[in-house]
């Protein structure tokens, strides 16, 4: 069992920059994949970033491709998303999630355990 704590999110002007954090609790984290998940109002969820097991491989969805990073410090039992260049269009409520797994999948169906969220609206 995996319980996932986000924190980070507030109020940004269009341009700026946050940095979220998602702490684990739970044994053996670095056997698990990590993501990030958004959701805006009105919206499905949709797909962020992901990170594998030993944060060596990383994959984004095109549309914050180059502005978020994700990272991870096995061990402190957490993982980053470090968002710069934001947009309004990224307002959501940032989730964070994991999966026992050696991939690193994108879709949120593959993955097992949430966080609560946290709140990102970046204004224009």
């Known amino acids: 069992q995996v319980q996932l704590v986000e924190s980070g999110g507030g109020l940004v002007q269009a341009g700026g920059s946050l940095s979220l954090s998602c702490a684990a609790s739970?044994?053996?984290?670095?056997?698990?994949?990590m993501g990030w998940f958004r959701q805006a109002p009105g919206k499905e969820r949709e797909f962020a970033a992901a990170i594998n097991w030993s944060g060596g491989i990383t994959n984004y969805a095109d549309s914050v491709k180059g502005r978020f990073t994700i990272s991870r410090d096995n061990a402190k039992n957490t993982v980053y998303l470090q968002m710069n260049s934001l947009k309004p269009e990224d307002t959501a409520v940032y989730y964070c999630?994991?999966?026992?797994?050696?991939?690193?999948?994108?879709?949120?169906?593959?993955?097992?355990?949430w966080g609560q969220g946290t709140q990102v609206t970046v204004s224009s």
């Open positions: 999630a994991a999966v026992r797994s050696y991939a690193y999948p994108s879709g949120s169906s593959q993955y097992d355990y």
């Open positions: 739970g044994r053996f984290f670095r056997s698990y994949a």
